[in-house]
């Protein structure tokens, strides 16, 4: 059961990546930098952040014993979010030597996650 309620999370995370990524590379600009992924990845965990404050107030939790988790935070969250997309990127990025834009990438994408994470997860309704 556990394995099905990861995969129908999966699923719904990943269809949402790939339409909200979609959207945003229809609208950006001309430009080298994965905008799109950044986005996604900041949104992401935010996301996980906001899900775990809200609904368990705690990381200090054996989350793989909760059904709840596994299909949201393990199946949408980490399909919705991508580190080997990120990798991919990155990796393109470097070997273009767009040494500017593959920092600015690293930059905000680690830096911008952790700030979204650590706000939704300090967000109290």
Not at 31 to 51: E, Q, T
Not at 59 to 69: D, I
Not at 112 to 120: K, N, R, W
């Amino acid at each position: 059961m556990n394995t099905l309620l990861v995969a129908l999370g999966g699923g719904l995370g990943a269809v949402s990546r790939y339409f909200l990524s979609s959207s945003i590379e229809k609208r950006k600009k001309r430009s080298d930098l994965p905008v799109a992924i950044i986005f996604v990845n900041i949104i992401g965990a935010g996301g996980l952040g906001l899900f775990l404050g809200q609904f368990y107030q705690t990381l200090a939790y054996n989350f793989y014993t909760c059904s709840f988790y596994l299909c949201f935070g393990v199946g949408f969250f980490g399909a919705f979010t991508t580190f080997s997309t990120f990798s991919l990127e990155a990796f393109n990025l470097l070997q273009k030597k767009d040494l500017k834009n593959f920092f600015f990438y690293l930059f905000f994408t680690v830096a911008g996650s952790l700030v979204a994470f650590s706000a939704g997860f300090l967000f109290r309704s």
